[in-house]
């Protein structure tokens, strides 16, 4: 059913991309570029937090999730026919049925004028699987300590802070990236071991200069 299609679109697109999501819920065909990865968060049609716009690079959360939004563009795209103006996520479509009850048949050709239904839509999921529910803004978390975990330098970790909108890493760290009591441990003791020689740690710290100096420019 396309109700069932959208529903698991719009999990894995926030995945892929952390969107929030009122901007999930805004977002239009002309928003997302499947050959470059990415989506455009453009403040004029879509409802960003602080009318803000910036370019969303999918973020690394495996290929299988990709695929989802990707076949979901591609099915509205050719099977669908819609055009750029037209919604990624289209409402539910609901008429009054036989019985005097409202009914849901299908997509409407129209976005969703808030976020309820996209919050709607993850709580049902989580209950469907019998899980403890989680709502859209904890996949943000989830993406903030993901970077925690594989970004590299602080120039990976700056480009992974921009990619979810923030223009200052301190965001990031602030807002996401609380370290729970068991890793806090686990990364102490691992500090213990020198794991960098001098002119490592030197680099090291000429980079972090050199990204503050950015940062603050």
């Not at 999918?58 to 037209?86: C, Q, S």
């Not at 919604?87 to 048949?105: D, K, M, Q, W």
């Not at 794991?195 to 603050?216: C, I, N, P, T, Y």
Request: hydrophobic share 40%; with cysteine.
């Amino acid at each position: 059913m396309d109700i069932e299609k959208r529903n698991r679109a719009v999990i894995a697109f926030t995945l892929l991309t952390g969107a929030r999501d009122n901007a999930v819920a805004s977002m239009q065909l002309k928003h997302i570029d499947l050959i470059q990865g990415k989506i455009i968060q453009d403040a004029r049609q879509v409802r960003t937090k602080f009318s803000k716009s910036f370019p969303t690079y999918f973020f690394p959360v495996g290929e299988d999730v990709r695929a989802i939004v990707e076949d979901w563009v591609t099915f509205l795209r050719e099977e669908r026919l819609w055009g750029l103006d037209d919604p990624i996520f289209p409402a539910t479509r609901v008429i009054l049925g036989s019985e005097h009850r409202f009914e849901a048949i299908g997509l409407d050709r129209r976005c969703w004028s808030n976020a309820t239904p996209i919050r709607t839509i993850f709580k049902e999921a989580f209950t469907a699987a019998g899980l403890t529910y989680f709502n859209p803004h904890s996949f943000r978390k989830t993406l903030a300590r993901l970077g925690q975990e594989i970004c590299k330098s602080p120039e990976d970790f700056k480009a992974w802070s921009q990619n979810l909108g923030h223009e200052s890493v301190m965001t990031t760290f602030a807002s996401y990236g609380q370290v729970d009591m068991r890793r806090q441990a686990e990364i102490i003791r691992e500090l213990e071991r020198p794991k960098v020689s001098q002119a490592d740690a030197a680099e090291m710290l000429r980079k972090v200069q050199e990204l503050v100096g950015r940062v603050s420019a």
